[in-house]
């Protein structure tokens, strides 16, 4: 099996962010970002995906949470662009439906190599503790837009904000964890009619 993992660092007057990324992980996780709601998702994704993942950004969070979340996203695409490589042998895609007791969401991840994010979710209140709930949809934007994939995400029921986007992420990781699985059937395949994602 190649050596499927990557560290990207961005740099930029508003942010200073590396992320590093195992794909055949064992779902581990070291964030050093400042915003723990975030963090806390975040290790939904490596839990529930079986990533190893280690984020350090250092964000304007005095002034608000913004552009920290959104330039993590976009890192956090780059990084899997760079460690799925190729994509010859992968599943290419993955969905997964998870409840967490009345919520329930669902994801559908394409590797496709064309970024587009559909997001559909209504959270019954603007702030989870301190964080602004627009921003997840700035982090999985950010995702889609360097990661070059298509993402369909729904929450289909919920009433508590935190449980809404608690099965949104896991089932983010879910998702993504087979989408990047390789197919031993297909090892030297590229999973396209056209020969290249």
Do not use: W
């Not at 930029?12 to 996780?29: F, K, N, P």
């Not at 979340?69 to 969905?95: C, M, N, P, S, W």
């Not at 993402?151 to 986007?165: C, K």
């Amino acid at each position: 099996m190649a050596d499927r993992q990557a560290t990207v660092e961005r740099n930029t007057s508003e942010t200073r962010i590396t992320v590093t990324l195992v794909l055949d992980g064992t779902g581990a996780s070291e964030f050093n970002i400042g915003v723990p709601f975030f963090e806390h998702m975040l290790d939904q994704v490596c839990r529930h995906g079986g990533f190893d993942l280690k984020i350090d950004a250092s964000g304007d969070i005095e002034i608000d949470d913004h552009h920290t979340v959104e330039d993590v996203g976009i890192t956090f695409g780059q990084a899997l662009a760079k460690a799925v490589g190729d994509k010859r042998g992968i599943y290419r895609y993955g969905h997964a439906y998870v409840p967490l007791d009345e919520a329930l969401s669902r994801v559908v991840i394409d590797l496709s190599g064309r970024p587009m994010l559909t997001y559909g979710v209504e959270y019954p209140r603007a702030r989870i503790g301190q964080f602004d709930v627009d921003l997840l949809r700035e982090f999985f934007q950010g995702f889609c837009n360097h990661a070059g994939v298509t993402l369909h995400i729904d929450n289909l029921r919920g009433v508590n904000a935190h449980h809404v986007a608690e099965t949104v992420f896991k089932a983010f990781g879910r998702a993504l964890r087979f989408a990047v699985s390789q197919d031993p059937r297909f090892a030297d395949r590229i999973p396209s009619t056209k020969g290249s994602l």
